[in-house]
């Protein structure tokens, strides 16, 4: 059985766990969005959009991922407004358990609950840039790793070029740690500088108090 995915709901956005009912809506919003998102991928068509649910499904039943999409609660219907997710979850042994050898990425059953994990493969429909919705599906999942699962830390990252994911995630109280050079193909297939970021479970109490007055500042939308 995978991590299980609950639904999240706050003023601005819900958070759901992905399916693929929810194709229809993400092509909308990729259709419009893929232009002009250059340094996140974003399926470009159907198809791609169709492989990119079933291959997040498939990371999800293996334990490795867990995909979300988010609906806008300010609008009627809730329509879809876009995807993020939990990655790169590691496991880590317990106090009485001997360390891994050789080092690495623990192995938990599908359906454990992580120690550490990421937050990305986050992307929005642009009529919700800045507007507050992003920040709370941050909050949501921020809530529900550190007091739901008790992780040590969450990790988020971004193409080292893209100046406004940076700036969002410094926003957030989340600390830099460095950059990780020709990290992975970036979306124009050069090599892509990785910008690294955390927050650990000490830290999430300042970090939740600045995202909360981050969306009472946008509580008039």
């Not at 003023?11 to 250059?38: I, T």
């Not at 039943?61 to 867990?66: D, Q």
Request: a negative charge; charged letters at 25%.
């Amino acid at each position: 059985m995978a991590l299980d995915r609950p639904k999240l709901r706050g003023r601005l956005v819900v958070v759901e766990p992905l399916d693929e009912r929810h194709v229809d809506g993400l092509l909308v919003v990729a259709e419009d969005l893929s232009p002009h998102a250059p340094w996140t991928y974003v399926p470009a068509t159907r198809e791609e959009l169709e492989r990119y649910v079933a291959a997040s499904l498939a990371q999800w039943e293996a334990g490795r991922e867990v995909p979300f999409v988010c609906r806008d609660a300010s609008q009627p219907g809730e329509p879809v407004i876009g995807t993020t997710r939990f990655l790169d979850l590691d496991y880590w042994p317990a106090p009485d358990e001997p360390l891994p050898w050789p080092p690495g990425v623990a192995q938990a059953p599908v359906g454990g609950i992580p120690d550490v994990a990421e937050i990305g493969s986050t992307w929005m429909a642009r009529t919700v840039h800045g507007k507050g919705h992003n920040a709370e599906a941050k909050l949501l999942l921020l809530g529900l790793a550190f007091e739901g699962w008790g992780v040590r830390r969450i990790t988020l990252k971004t193409d080292v070029r893209n100046a406004q994911s940076r700036r969002a995630i410094l926003a957030i109280g989340a600390q830099f740690e460095g950059i990780r050079r020709a990290h992975v193909p970036a979306t124009d297939r050069t090599a892509r500088d990785s910008a690294y970021y955390s927050i650990l479970a000490e830290e999430w109490p300042v970090c939740r108090a600045l995202l909360e007055a981050r969306l009472a500042a946008n509580s008039s939308l």
